[in-house]
């Protein structure tokens, strides 16, 4: 059954570092998401692609996130420099064209900043 | 802003009992509805989706919906202590590059 791949797994960086996500989607799916999920909260979108192009961003902290997907396949997310409050999981989804809301979760990047 | 409210929990119910799982959402325009099931540090895993009010049936899992009193809900029958999990709502609105607004989930908790 195809997954969304996402990695590292783990990651723990000290504040002021720069930390890049990597994740490469269900093949076919030409929507992706970023979200970040604080613990005990729902998933927050950050950033929203339709193959290489950005839909959303509106909520993504445009000072230090940024994020690509140059090719229409995967995608970066990068934190430069990373904060004490971005410690979270960040998680990668993608959904096919004709059912563009159900959404697939990879497994996460989990992420301390200390 | 669009809001998705669900009761934190913990709800817990013993083995075998019916689980119930509420859902209120703020955005009379919203179109489609979907459970993910989330282990602690684990991703969200989608379980149930529903569009037409009504009910929807998928094994032991039972979707509700009520788009008029603007409310939707989960129930899972023969409870069993794997499901013991976070269960999250989401709700999009099913037009053009629609996004999911999430509830904070509700913990369920299964006892033997």
């Known amino acids: 059954e195809a997954e969304v791949a996402q990695s590292p797994r783990y990651k723990i960086t000290e504040k002021s570092q720069a930390v890049a996500f990597w994740c490469d989607p269900i093949s076919g799916h030409a929507t992706l998401y970023w979200y970040r999920q604080i613990l005990g909260q729902g998933p927050e979108l950050l950033v929203q692609?339709?193959?290489?192009?950005?839909?959303?961003d509106s909520q993504l902290p445009k000072d230090r996130f940024s994020a690509e997907r140059l090719k229409g396949v995967d995608s970066t997310l990068k934190i430069q420099p990373a904060e004490l409050g971005d410690s979270a999981m960040y998680l990668c989804?993608?959904?096919?064209?004709?059912?563009?809301?159900?959404?697939?979760f990879g497994p996460g990047t989990r992420l301390l900043v200390l | 802003q669009k809001e998705v409210e669900q009761n934190s929990g913990p709800l817990s119910v013993p083995e075998g009992a019916i689980a119930s799982l509420n859902c209120t959402y703020s955005?009379?325009?919203?179109?489609?509805f979907f459970w993910y099931r989330q282990y602690s540090g684990k991703s969200p895993e989608l379980i149930m989706s529903?569009?037409?009010?009504g009910d929807k049936e998928d094994g032991r899992f039972t979707a509700q919906l009520n788009k008029a009193s603007q409310y939707v809900s989960l129930l899972i029958r023969d409870s069993q202590p794997s499901d013991s999990a976070t269960y999250l709502c989401a709700v999009g609105m099913n037009s053009g590059y629609s996004t999911l607004t999430f509830g904070k989930g509700t913990m369920l908790l299964v006892s033997p």
């Open positions: 955005d009379r325009g919203s179109q489609s």
């Open positions: 529903i569009y037409s009010n």
């Open positions: 692609f339709q193959d290489e192009s950005v839909v959303d």
């Open positions: 989804a993608s959904s096919p064209a004709r059912e563009r809301e159900t959404q697939y």
